[in-house]
């Protein structure tokens, strides 16, 4: 395979840690933290599955929004009547809404980054996040001067795994898909951007199995410091 | 609302119960027999969206398959030593596809579709499943002679909630979206119906929330005898 000359990051669950929510939801829905937080995951990405697989743009919203919403639905789940009292559950949700704007980032992204840079690799994020919410997470993490690019599902208005939010990255860096490093803890992405042709990595960190979908990444790590093995 | 002249149902989850496999489960893998059947019923819609959405015809797979390999994702993801000792669990897979490919059938079926064809109603099945599983599972439940559409994703190659799937719920019964009524106990596949242009129905047994999109589906009710409101 040609040796890389980009690596493209995704964020949510890869960068910074989705599940670092439950602390804060645990507190709000004792007993039930864990859960919400894991349905809130599911209903997210749902949710951008189903506006793209709809095939009609204007079903489109900023990943934000689906998220909110997703929030919605799942506090609603775990709490039958939080429907008919939404007003009694909106101060919660704007809590964990909030949480969500600084998630956690991995400790290792910091050395990892700007290690693949001192090699004069290109970096970047190509994320389901809009603009913003990408902005404020990386900033939070002060991780946004060590990327060359953020590539948003905004900018194809679809989602993971369209090829056209993956044909970004191509775009982006004006690099060939086969000497781009796709990297994701995501198995379903790692598998999306393989299909797509990228370089991949699947950053393994909850010992899971990958899909059984006759694909594999081109490689599995269980952290982000795997990646250097591509250079 | 114009008067509907066809109903077509969803199959799996619909008329047939997809979590009537958890006994089985739950004998085969004590104590995680439920979330054994949940996680199954997860990766069997994520990989249907996936292949959907990697917009390469190449990738879709017969619902059957895709069952079958969401299947030996949730095995993998209960019990990690499956992955290498797959041989170990491969009769107890063969065993819940056997389950899967005789779900129960919901007790308000026959008498639903008997009063709608009395009606002179057209009927019929638009399901993910494809036309070989749809087969077994109607005769099994004695509904083949109900229906006067059996109407499989893999004539679209593409699954729910593809426009592509839904449209050949008009080719079929050669009504115009307006007038047919789209049954569905799926939340998301109500709601990609009704983005469709379909009247729906979303039967909502498990007293759920409805997605958070804007979307409402035309009516909701907690059973299949719902649907004859509509006329």
Redesign the interface.
Do not use: F, I
């Given at each position: 395979m040609a040796k890389p000359r980009a690596v493209l990051f995704d964020a949510y669950g890869t960068l910074f840690d989705v599940y670092s929510v439950g602390l804060r939801a645990e507190q709000l829905f004792p007993g039930r933290g864990a859960r919400l937080a894991v349905l809130w995951r599911?209903r997210q990405l749902?949710?951008s599955?189903?506006?793209?697989?709809?095939?009609?743009p204007a079903?489109y919203?900023p990943f934000w929004e689906l998220t909110e919403?997703?929030l919605?639905?799942a506090i609603?789940?775990l709490v039958?009547q939080a429907?008919e009292r939404w007003d009694d559950y909106a101060e919660a949700a704007a809590s964990l809404m909030n949480q969500y704007r600084h998630l956690s980032s991995f400790p290792e992204n910091r050395e990892v980054l700007q290690a693949l840079r001192a090699q004069g690799v290109t970096t970047g994020i190509l994320s389901n996040g809009d603009p913003e919410m990408l902005g404020i997470a990386l900033r939070s993490a002060g991780l946004d001067g060590l990327l060359d690019h953020v590539i948003s599902a905004d900018a194809a208005r679809a989602y993971?795994?369209?090829?056209?939010l993956y044909a970004l990255g191509e775009q982006a860096t004006g690099l060939p898909r086969g000497q781009i490093v796709f990297v994701s803890s995501n198995a379903?992405d790692a598998?999306?951007a393989t299909?797509f042709g990228y370089q991949t990595l699947w950053v393994n960190r909850a010992?899971?199995?990958f899909?059984?979908?006759d694909t594999q990444p081109t490689a599995t790590g269980t952290h982000l410091r795997a990646v250097l093995d591509f250079f």
């Open positions: 599911e749902d949710y599955r189903l506006v793209t697989m709809s095939g009609d079903r919203r919403r997703a919605r639905y609603q789940a039958p429907a993971k795994v369209s090829p056209t379903w598998l999306g299909w010992n899971l199995p899909e059984q979908l």
